[in-house]
């Protein structure tokens, strides 16, 4: 149907930048007088060991993050996560703090609930269906919970924490999938972070782990051997076989950011694609953002126009148009458009125009 690039709008898988699908290409059949593809390589293998190698160097650089925590790649996506993270670090008092901020956070929470009866709910937005998230004053924190569990961006609702809660000794532990490498983090304000890869990262399959070393070590009982953190440190992620396409393609996105000028960079270009999208929805008459103004995500923007029928025909003709995957989820309604680090600018500046015209048109 289009004999070019879209541009695509989803929440995930998303898109990748085009340099780096260029590299991948041009990498295919041989990398790098291997005289193989990555995908066929041993993980074993010296030139496979480069790769990782140096996707973890740049993970460690581009993010800073400092000694004393690892870099995990792992599999099973984010939602592995949701319970590896309990079988963990739920080993001292039991307790654990859970802040609800969207249906990720709330799977997460009833994951952990299967390991433990002293799981509490610190704080929801569900009342408002998620359209802002809790200030620090809303929280109540237990200084005994083994750790507190947040979703810092909202995929689904198009929030995001705008600070850091202070959980005092308490470990800080957050789930990124959907906002990592978008903008510069103070990593030793967490315990652990995880993301999966197929939002700002690389393709599905991959799930980073960022853990405090001293966090790993200790397991709840009957913990399976590819779910305990200090295994996965100990094998530098090759307990088994890694995924390793999606570590390749993590390492040139790495490079692609560093390239661009690390994530202070990235930051302002996700600032201005997103303060276009904002501006044109805050003076529009048709189309209303949903989430509240000081929670805004930058990664995904929800909006609607307050009518399902004319919130469907703008999902079409967008789609026809070439703006792929506008539609939003099913609990939210309206649209979503997922303006993640490899959407350029052009994107964001083409789907306004769009929306413009398709106000005119439909007044
Ligand atoms: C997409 C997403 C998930 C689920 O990720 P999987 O890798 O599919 O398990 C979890 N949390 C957030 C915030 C997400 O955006």
Not at 52 to 60: G, V
Not at 134 to 140: G, I, K, S, T
Not at 243 to 250: A, D, F, L, S
Not at 283 to 296: G, H, L, N, T
């Amino acid at each position: 149907m289009f004999d070019h690039r879209i541009y695509n709008f989803s929440a995930g898988p998303s898109m990748l930048p085009q340099e780096v699908l260029e590299e991948c290409a041009k990498d295919m059949l041989n990398y790098h007088g291997s005289g193989m593809s990555v995908m066929e390589m041993s993980h074993r293998s010296k030139v496979y060991d480069e790769i990782i190698t140096q996707a973890e160097a740049l993970f460690r650089e581009v993010m800073g993050i400092p000694e004393g925590y690892k870099v995990l790649f792992l599999q099973g996506g984010a939602s592995t996560q949701f319970a590896m993270v309990p079988m963990n670090l739920l080993v001292g008092s039991g307790k654990a703090d859970y802040v609800v901020t969207g249906q990720f956070s709330k799977k997460a929470y009833s994951e952990a609930k299967k390991f433990s009866d002293k799981i509490h709910l610190a704080g929801t937005t569900e009342d408002c269906n998620f359209t802002h998230v809790p200030v620090q004053e809303e929280l109540d924190l237990d200084p005994e919970a083994d750790y507190v569990h947040i979703c810092l961006n909202n995929t689904i609702f198009g929030t995001k924490w705008h600070y850091i809660p202070d959980t005092g000794k308490v470990p800080l532990v957050a789930d990124m999938s959907s906002c990592i490498l978008s903008e510069p983090v103070d990593v030793s304000k967490f315990g652990l972070i995880y993301a999966g890869a197929q939002k700002n990262i690389a393709p599905a399959g991959l799930t980073v782990v960022i853990i405090r070393e001293d966090l790993a070590g200790k397991t709840l009982p009957a913990t399976p051997t590819m779910l305990d953190y200090a295994v996965q440190i100990k094998n530098g992620s090759m307990y088994n076989t890694p995924p390793t396409y999606p570590i390749y393609v993590c390492k040139l996105v790495l490079e692609w950011i560093q390239r661009l000028g690390g994530l202070t960079a990235m930051k302002e270009r996700n600032q201005k694609k997103a303060a276009l999208l904002y501006d044109f929805l805050d003076q529009s008459r048709m189309f209303k953002a949903v989430a509240e103004p000081v929670d805004r995500s930058m990664m995904n923007v929800t909006f609607r126009t307050g009518d399902e029928d004319l919130d469907a025909k703008f999902v079409k003709e967008s789609s026809a148009a070439g703006f792929s995957n506008l539609k939003g989820h099913r609990s939210v309604g309206g649209m979503r458009a997922s303006i993640y680090n490899a959407m350029p600018m052009e994107g964001v500046e083409k789907l306004v125009s769009f929306m413009q015209n398709f106000e005119k048109e439909n007044a």
